[in-house]
C-alpha cells in the first residue's frame, strides 16, 4: 500500500461539505507535519493548511481559513480536512503530504518531500 493515500473527493455542492482524508500506513503519521494541497490544471499548486506534529498548532491559507478544519485522528493514523462552505473555486485535486515544515504562511508545496496520488473534489456551479 502506499505510504499516504487521500480519499473523500466527490461532488460537493455550493455551500455544501465534503471531509477528506489522508491516511498513513507503515509509519507514524503524528511524527510528521502534515500539509493538505490544492492543484486545479493551469494554477500553481496551493497550500491549503497544514497540522505540526504532536500538536495541534494549524495554518490555513486566506482562500480557506473559517470554513476548511484540519485535524488528527492518532488511533486511525490519518488527518483529515473537514470542508464546510464549499465554493467553486474548491474544486481541484486533493493532495496531502509530509517532510516539510508547519510553523507559519505560506504553506509551500517545494518544502514538502513525500505526497500522496490526490483525490478529487469537484463543486457544481
Known amino acids: 500500500q502506499p505510504p499516504l493515500v487521500e480519499s473523500g473527493g466527490d461532488l460537493g455542492q455550493p455551500g455544501g461539505s465534503l471531509r477528506l482524508s489522508c491516511a498513513a500506513s507503515g509509519f507514524t503519521l503524528e511524527l510528521n507535519n502534515v500539509a493538505w494541497f490544492r492543484q486545479t490544471p493551469g494554477k500553481e499548486r496551493e497550500g491549503l493548511s497544514c497540522?505540526?506534529?504532536?500538536?495541534?498548532?494549524?495554518y490555513y491559507a486566506d482562500s480557506v481559513k473559517g470554513r476548511f478544519t484540519l485535524f488528527r485522528d492518532v488511533a486511525k493514523n490519518t488527518v483529515f480536512l473537514e470542508m464546510k462552505n464549499l465554493k467553486p473555486e474548491d474544486a481541484g485535486e486533493y493532495f496531502c503530504?509530509?517532510?516539510?515544515?508547519?510553523?507559519?504562511?505560506?504553506?509551500?508545496?517545494?518544502?514538502?518531500?513525500?505526497w500522496g496520488r490526490g483525490t478529487q473534489v469537484t463543486v457544481s456551479s
Open positions: 497540522i505540526a506534529a504532536h500538536i495541534k498548532n494549524t
Open positions: 503530504a509530509i517532510g516539510g515544515s508547519c510553523n507559519g504562511l505560506p504553506i509551500r508545496p517545494g518544502n514538502y518531500r513525500y
